[in-house]
């Protein structure tokens, strides 16, 4: 197998350096991550790297976000109410039954759109201070392309919460009923219930899972690129227009992605074996 990848990684990379005609030029790539800004006499994030962290913001926040509905839908879908059940599984399986680059088309022009100027999110952003303002841009975006990131996070955790549905109502069917038996013997509440006793239990168990649905979520933010999100692959987009470089521009941004979605694979195994040995 070894020998395998190692014939095959050999041969991409004699085809790619040497039975193509292309011209390669990589001395260009290096300048687009930093620049030199005259005006502030410092180095400041150039194409590649601003859409980097774009892609990280946008990633951390859809999955916070997904997660808060995952979690909801979860426990709707064990809800003893019909409707709820319904209404949960209704959720779950349209959005998961429907492609998500049509998801972002419907979502975006027509309900995000609508949701902020009802809002009147730029307004809103326009009028803080500027110390509130850097924040913001800081977390989010700036706030000339705040709105369409708010928009571009509801539609990413739209589309993630409802596999985390499904992950999580997985969590929560393996935690032994005779958990479930002893918190409501205590008179636990449903929240105190869910809190203290079921979810601990579940995220533990789910936890693999999850780590994978995050770097899901970082894959998908591609996605958002087709609305003019400036996060990573619309960077790479950009820079492959403005100097025609195609090769060196998306093998750059294919190891963007593998660094941030490797350390993500690590970090989440850490993690995991971490709550192994404090079982």
């Given amino acids: 197998m070894i020998l395998l990848l190692v014939g095959g990684g050999a041969y991409l990379i004699n085809t790619a350096f040497f039975a193509f005609t292309y011209q390669w030029n990589w001395s260009v790539i290096p300048q687009y991550f930093f620049r030199f800004d005259a005006s502030t006499d410092s180095w400041v994030p150039n194409l590649l790297v601003t859409g980097f962290l774009t892609t990280i913001r946008l990633s951390i926040w859809s999955s916070l976000l997904g997660l808060v509905l995952g979690t909801i839908g979860a426990i709707v879908l064990r809800s003893r109410s019909l409707y709820l059940r319904l209404l949960g599984r209704s959720y779950v399986e349209l959005v998961r039954n429907t492609p998500p680059l049509v998801l972002v088309f419907i979502f975006y022009f027509f309900f995000g759109n609508q949701i902020m100027a ?127 470089l195609t090769f060196e521009t998306w093998i750059t941004i294919t190891l963007m992605y593998f660094c941030l979605t490797f350390t993500c694979s690590l970090g989440a195994g850490r993690l995991e074996r971490h709550l192994q040995k404090k079982q």
């Fill in 118 to 244: 009802m809002l009147d999110v730029a307004h809103f952003i326009a009028t803080r201070s500027d110390s509130t303002q850097h924040l913001l841009s800081i977390l989010f975006a700036s706030k000339e392309l705040f709105p369409e990131f708010l928009s571009a996070i509801l539609t990413l955790a739209l589309y993630e919460g409802a596999y985390m549905t499904e992950i999580l109502r997985a969590g929560l069917d393996a935690v032994p009923e005779g958990q479930w038996e002893a918190a409501d013997s205590l008179g636990m509440g449903t929240v105190s219930k869910y809190r203290d006793v079921i979810l601990p239990q579940a995220f533990r168990i789910i936890l693999p899972a999850l780590a994978g649905q995050f770097i899901s979520t970082i894959k998908n933010s591609a996605i958002v690129s087709v609305i003019s999100i400036q996060e990573l692959t619309f960077q790479g987009m950009e820079l492959m227009s403005a100097t025609y």
